[in-house]
């Protein structure tokens, strides 16, 4: 079980907004270490979604954003499209671990 | 645009050496804006980060993996690799080589991009 929390699913109709939380603790994410996302579709790798809490890299559609306050971290996904259907990953630093960490993934479902 | 490409075995008997390199295109090794790192997935599972290397050769491990893990780099191929020793089959997984981003202070550094990654397995 990780560090960081994420619900192991979250659903949504297309056009819906979902939300993908990230659950840390004061080592990590309530210490004030940024929080990063990564999305991987099926049989690929992981690809940076949003970067730094809320910043999204080129190319990366505004459909998509981040937020942080206090220990928790969250991923927004507004007007759901069925592309958007893949695992959802958050990654922080821990300073009891001294290294970075994953959250344990959220798998999206577009129905 | 950067690209990394791992290779490497795919079958790795236990107890032997799992050996990986990436080789890193569109951009050299050799800057001082990145550290490189794996990271691996088991089947099904989520993302485990296992070390890195700078340009400079410093290095920094999992703690749960540095008795057994080694990366290294060759600057003149553009290229790092890891060596995972006594393997298990708790060690089967994808490996990805990724580029991570550092950002002052470090502890905000994130990865970006990743190769496509390389599925090895430790089976006898």
């Known amino acids: 079980q990780s560090v960081l929390t994420q619900p192991p699913s979250v659903s949504g109709a297309p056009g819906q907004r979902v939300t993908i939380s990230c659950t840390g603790n004061?080592?990590?994410?309530?210490?004030?270490?940024?929080v990063h996302w990564y999305q991987q579709g099926p049989g690929t790798a992981p690809k940076l979604l949003i970067y730094?809490?809320?910043n999204r890299p080129s190319g990366v559609p505004d459909r998509f954003s981040g937020s942080k306050s206090g220990t928790s971290a969250s991923l927004a996904i507004a007007g759901l499209q069925a592309e958007d259907e893949a695992d959802y990953y958050c990654?922080?630093?821990?300073?009891?671990?001294?290294?970075?960490?994953f959250g344990g993934g959220t798998k999206l479902t577009v129905l | 645009q950067v690209q990394l490409q791992e290779s490497g075995p795919g079958l790795v008997k236990p107890s032997q050496t799992l050996s990986l390199t990436c080789t890193v295109s569109?951009?050299?090794?050799?800057?001082?804006?990145?550290?490189w790192s794996w990271i691996r997935q088991p089947p099904g599972k989520g993302l485990e980060w296992i070390a890195y290397?700078?340009?400079?050769?410093?290095?920094y491990y999992n703690a749960s993996l540095k008795s057994r893990a080694t990366i290294s780099l060759d600057t003149s191929k553009n290229q790092f690799s890891l060596k995972l020793n006594s393997v298990t089959a708790a060690d089967t997984a994808v490996y990805y080589c990724?580029?991570?981003?550092?950002?002052?202070?470090?502890?905000?550094?994130?990865?970006?991009?990743w190769g496509q990654g390389t599925l090895v397995t430790v089976s006898s």
């Open positions: 004061s080592f990590n994410i309530g210490a004030g270490y940024d």
């Open positions: 730094a809490n809320t």
């Open positions: 990654q922080s630093y821990d300073s009891s671990l001294s290294g970075v960490l």
């Open positions: 569109g951009g050299s090794i050799s800057s001082s804006d990145y550290y």
């Open positions: 990724v580029r991570e981003v550092i950002v002052v202070p470090a502890v905000h550094n994130w990865f970006d991009p």
């Open positions: 290397i700078f340009y400079s050769g410093s290095t």
